[in-house]
């Protein structure tokens, strides 16, 4: 009998799925890497798992803990998943602008969802910050991972992504490319396949409103650069311990507007169905590619997640076009012709 033990052994060893529309006019071959096919749907189930135990290792969390972490989703939904198998608890707080299905999702699994204004400084007692550190201290036995700190969310990538993309490209890999959040995957990818081959060159994909792009250029953590932004899960107005500058080799940055309609592009032209980061790594990544790449190179681009967290949003025409986002339309619907 061939079969899992568990929900959670089905993490990692997602596919790579040769790009053949979007990259129209790019030389070489380029390979997006759909993290979706994880169980929760997203890249972030990797880093769940070896935040946990490593947290058991150090025995900071024991049986019947509870684990508790702000979260804009997919961060949550691995930890859910995780948790079960395990025993643990599960509480997240969340910032009211993330959709609605993103919560309703993390409560199908099991867990607690505490809502917090978006609105306030992440000093204000009522932040999501605030609120899951008050719990962590209050509740005993219970473990706040803070992802963008735990350097368990790099090694996680480190040991799987990485070696992943190397095993399936056969070593012939030149190029990578991810969306940049917490960084652990950016990061823990690029030592990884660096290591196999120095001469590997990774972009890093970043968001107007972030503060990566400018820092990784000057060393300057430069406030200017913050703004509000609606891409999801990716840029910082921080600088999280797992972004490795050192392993990234040049950033680039898309709009909202870009992003959003790479994404929808990628589910009608390319039949992958994913969310709006996967949007940014793409448009950013043929827009280096366009000028760079050569015939024998192998560019491989990092899908974070999947388009089912979007559908109220970038994949909603009257969303798109209350932002301003929507492009005209080229061709006649079923609608148009029965009216
Ligand atoms: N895209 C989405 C949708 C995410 O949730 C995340 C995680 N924050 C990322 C991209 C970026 O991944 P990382 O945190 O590993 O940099």
């Not at 929760?40 to 880093?47: A, E, L, T, Y």
Request: glycine share 10%; with cysteine; hydrophobic share 35%.
């Amino acid at each position: 009998m061939k079969y899992y033990n568990s929900i959670v052994d089905t993490i990692g060893n997602t596919p790579l799925v040769k790009l053949n529309k979007v990259t129209k006019g790019i030389r070489g071959t380029v390979l997006a890497k759909v993290e979706y096919f994880n169980p929760g749907n997203s890249v972030k189930d990797r880093i769940a798992v070896s935040m946990i135990e490593d947290a058991e290792r150090r025995g900071i969390l024991k049986p019947g803990g509870t684990i508790i972490e702000g979260t804009s989703g997919n961060t949550g939904m691995g930890l859910a998943l995780a948790a079960i198998g395990k025993g643990y608890k599960c509480i997240f707080t969340m910032a009211d602008k993330q959709s609605k299905e993103k919560m309703d999702i993390l409560r199908a699994v099991g867990a607690e969802v505490i809502v917090c204004p978006t609105n306030v400084a992440p000093d204000d007692p009522r932040s999501y910050y605030s609120v899951a550190k008050r719990l962590n201290q209050e509740i005993p036995n219970s473990l706040y991972p803070n992802q963008y700190d735990n350097l368990a969310n790099t090694e996680a990538h480190y040991v799987s992504t990485g070696p992943e993309i190397w095993r399936d490209t056969d070593g012939r890999i030149t190029h990578f490319a991810a969306s940049v959040g917490t960084g652990g995957t950016i990061s823990g990818t690029s030592r990884f396949l660096k290591e196999q081959n120095p001469q590997l060159f990774t972009l890093g994909l970043d968001t107007y409103g972030s503060v990566f792009k400018k820092y990784k250029e000057t060393g300057v953590f430069d406030t200017g650069e913050i703004y509000p932004y609606l891409t999801e899960g990716i840029g910082e107005d921080i600088l999280p311990q797992n972004v490795d500058f050192d392993v990234i080799d040049q950033f680039i940055k898309v709009t909202d507007k870009d992003a959003a309609i790479m994404a929808r592009r990628l589910s009608r032209e390319e039949g992958l169905f994913v969310g709006w980061s996967c949007g940014t790594a793409v448009h950013g990544a043929l827009e280096w590619a366009r000028e760079h790449l050569t015939d024998d190179d192998v560019l491989v681009i990092l899908l974070p997640d999947h388009g089912t967290r979007y559908l109220a949003k970038i994949y909603n025409d009257t969303w798109m076009n209350d932002h301003g986002f929507l492009e005209n339309r080229q061709f006649k619907t079923a609608r148009d012709i029965i009216t």
